[in-house]
């Protein structure tokens, strides 16, 4: 397991269930880079549990291609293809794109109100340099909108979109800074407006044009590795 990032022991009473989402989370949060290597035993120790829960978390994590089997031993990180990510962004764009109609018709204030929120935060992760908050907040804007849309099967798709592309993100995420989120602003006039076209145009253009600054980024980080 590489970095220094450290999960909190749990004592949930579905241990099992704990367990994925403790290293779901971490993934789709970029806590993980491409290409590490995750060891089932340490990861065990980090979080107080025995191995059994973590190896079945692991395998369901393999069948989510958020983690790719190398051997009986060795379990990593997926690298990303760019092809497979400019599909995935493809997809995410029809889809949180639906997620930003729906949200447009059925945004409480509450929910407006959150959603502002989040913005703000993000703007005062980024102007303090904290990427990793940053990248939290972004994917939980995303995830916001799904959820105000009341649309659980849709949250589940994305939620197996992110696990892949996660770690891509928060490699290039630094290097975006504000364009990342500059688009959040007219998703959210739109919603205020209820205006389900702008919302959803808005969003495909938030993620259109992050991932052009990802994959510039990722293409540069790659040719300086070779």
Sequence with gaps: MSGNFNFQTLEHENLGESVYA???????????????????????QS??????PV?????????DEALVQKSAREVRVPVLTMERY??????????EGLAARESAQKA???????LRYLIERNERAISAKDWSRAL????????AL??????VVLRGILNRL????????AEAYQAGGRTMIEHHYSVLEAIIAKDSDAAERSIAMDIEEAGKTIIEEVILRRQNKD
Excluded: C, Y
């Design 108 to 114: 409480s204030p509450q929910d407006i109100a959150r």
């Design 55 to 63: 190896r079945d978390a692991i395998l369901r994590l393999i069948q």
């Design 86 to 95: 400019r599909e995935i962004r493809q997809i995410r764009m029809k889809l």
């Design 136 to 143: 939290e907040l972004n994917q939980v804007f995303h995830f």
């Design 162 to 169: 992110w696990l892949q592309m996660g770690p891509l993100i």
């Design 47 to 52: 979080l107080g549990t025995s191995v059994t």
């Design 22 to 44: 403790r290293i779901a989370e971490a993934l789709m949060k970029g806590r993980f880079a491409p290409n590490s290597r995750l060891t089932i035993r340490d990861i065990a």
């Design 146 to 151: 799904a959820e105000i849309a009341d649309m």
